[in-house]
Nanobody
Framework: QLVESGGGSVQTGGSLTLTCTGS????????IMWYRQAPGKERRYLAE????????DYADDIKDRFTISRDDAKKMVYLRMNDLAPFDTAVYYC??????WGQGTQVTVSS
């Protein structure tokens, strides 16, 4: 399973770090991704990090503010989010292909 944590409420310009903790599978063998779903919108891809490496990929619109990283010894993937704005308000999910999702963690950014 995947379990997200670290969400919360922040003001515009604030920062948060989300954590995704994996268990029950070979975490170190899998790329882990972050997605988010804003109210009334489809779930969308944000970033991913490959196993046993620093190889990452980002959606264009967040790559200057968000940083993904992983600690394979802890079976965790992090998403550091800086300069948050109200449009970043969403439920954030981590994902392992093909079909493993966490329950999500709510991020709310107020103006």
């Amino acid at each position: 399973q995947l379990v997200e944590s670290g969400g919360g409420s922040v003001q515009t310009g604030g920062s948060l770090t989300l954590t995704c903790t994996g268990s029950g599978f070979s975490f170190n063998d899998h790329t882990i991704m972050w997605y988010r779903q804003a109210p009334g919108k489809e779930r969308r891809y944000l970033a991913e990090v490959a196993p046993r490496s620093d190889i990452t990929d980002y959606a264009d619109d967040i790559k200057d503010r968000f940083t993904i990283s992983r600690d394979d010894a802890k079976k965790m993937v992090y998403l550091r989010m800086n300069d948050l704005a109200p449009f970043d308000t969403a439920v954030y999910y981590c994902h392992r292909e093909p079909d493993l999702w966490g329950q999500g963690t709510q991020v709310t950014v107020s103006s």
